[in-house]
């Protein structure tokens, strides 16, 4: 598995993460079903499930006229993953996160998520320290 095929299967697991309340173990097993599991996949999904009060507060500090109830499931999972790997994954260029957001939420969103995950992410990027 790629981290752009992690990166898919961990938006499917925080999405459905958001709508059950599982362990995300159980929910990587549900989403892999009998793929292996891969360990970039597993640290999205245990480093933003760690992190995702954290993460939420930097969301809803960069939305305007916005909450973060309002917005999608799987708008909101993209921009968790990508504040997750942006302060917490250290090995990843900031630019290479907003870039795979932006493409998931190309394939995954609606018409105009691109836009605003990057809008979100361009200030987030403005607030946290150069990688």
């Not at 480093?47 to 973060?68: F, V």
């Not at 921009?79 to 394939?107: C, D, G, Q, W």
């Amino acid at each position: 598995m790629n981290r752009r095929q992690a990166r898919e299967k961990a938006l499917q697991v925080l999405f459905h993460l958001d709508l059950n309340e599982q362990e995300p173990q159980i929910a990587i097993s549900n989403v892999l079903e009998e793929e292996a599991t891969d360990s970039f996949l597993e640290e999205l999904v245990f480093g933003t499930t760690s992190h995702k009060e954290e993460i939420d507060t930097i969301i809803k500090g960069n939305l305007e006229n916005w909450t973060i109830e309002r917005i999608g499931n799987v708008d909101r999972a993209i921009l968790r993953i990508a504040i997750y790997e942006m302060k917490f994954a250290s090995s990843i260029p900031t630019n290479v996160s907003m870039n795979e957001a932006i493409e998931l939420a190309k394939t995954f969103g609606d018409d105009d998520s691109s836009k605003f995950i990057n809008s979100v992410l361009s200030k987030v990027k403005d607030q946290l320290p150069v990688k």
